[in-house]
T-cell receptor, first 113, second 113 residues
Framework: NAGVMQNPRHLVRRRGQEARLRCSPMKGHSHVYWYRQLPEEGLKFMVYLQKENIIDESGMPKERFSAEFPKEGPSILRIQQVVRGDSAAYFC???????????FGPGTRLLVL | AQSVTQPDIHITVSEGASLELRCNYSYGATPYLFWYVQSPGQGLQLLLKYFSGDTLVQGIKGFEAEFKRSQSSFNLRKPSVHWSDAAEYFCAVTTDSWGKFQFGAGTQVVVTP
């Protein structure tokens, strides 16, 4: 049973480009969470999704960031017009239920030049 | 305001010595408490969690943690560390029914021969 998968593991973008980060939850998990880890900091919650629904996006920046978890396929975190301050590690976690243990993926490390 | 504090940013411990990592929280309700470990370049692995019941919780890799309501603490311990325990450790807390985590800033553990 594969764990949470994220790709790409590393992503380099120039300012103004778009970044698309993918997360495939563990088999049987329908709850996905995205977190951002800035250098020297802990993880910060961004958004919680279930299939085709955004449940809580209170941690998402109001502009340029969006997330989806379609009926089929991975969850996508999309960052438009990236800026240097978006450079961070982005982690996805999944769970089988709202109060169940979250399992984390290896993260995508985004570098904006 | 709700907060999670890990007072120690960095701890150095000799192999074979005991280890204790501190975590304090400030929440109105009784929280769910977790400890995760992150090895360099990797995602987070769950060590243990506390929801209710026995306040001394056993986890993987020989770790345990004790919930002390009176002190609002959930400290992580290991009697004898191994070189492979060198990593960053995060305390996480949630009171939301669906598991929106708030993470501490992390404690970096270095193990010396």
């Amino acid at each position: 049973n594969a764990g949470v998968m994220q790709n790409p593991r590393h992503l380099v973008r120039r300012r103004g480009q778009e970044a698309r980060l993918r997360c495939s939850p563990m088999k049987g998990h329908s709850h996905v969470y995205w977190y951002r880890q800035l250098p020297e900091e802990g993880l910060k919650f961004m958004v919680y999704l279930q299939k085709e629904n955004i449940i809580d996006e209170s941690g998402m920046p109001k502009e340029r960031f969006s997330a989806e978890f379609p009926k089929e396929g991975p969850s996508i975190l999309r960052i438009q017009q990236v800026v240097r301050g978006d450079s961070a590690a982005y982690f996805c976690a999944s769970s089988s239920g709202a109060q169940e243990t979250q399992y984390f993926g290896p993260g995508t490390r985004l570098l904006v030049l | 305001a709700q907060s999670v504090t890990q007072p120690d940013i960095h701890i150095t411990v000799s192999e074979g010595a005991s280890l204790e990592l501190r975590c304090n929280y400030s929440y109105g309700a009784t929280p769910y408490l977790f400890w995760y470990v992150q090895s360099p370049g990797q995602g987070l692995q769950l060590l243990l969690k506390y929801f209710s019941g026995d306040t001394l919780v056993q986890g993987i890799k020989g770790f345990e943690a004790e919930f002390k309501r009176s002190q609002s603490s959930f400290n992580l311990r290991k009697p004898s560390v191994h070189w492979s325990d060198a990593a960053e450790y995060f305390c996480a807390v949630t009171t939301d029914s669906w598991g929106k985590f708030q993470f501490g800033a992390g404690t970096q553990v270095v193990v010396t021969p």
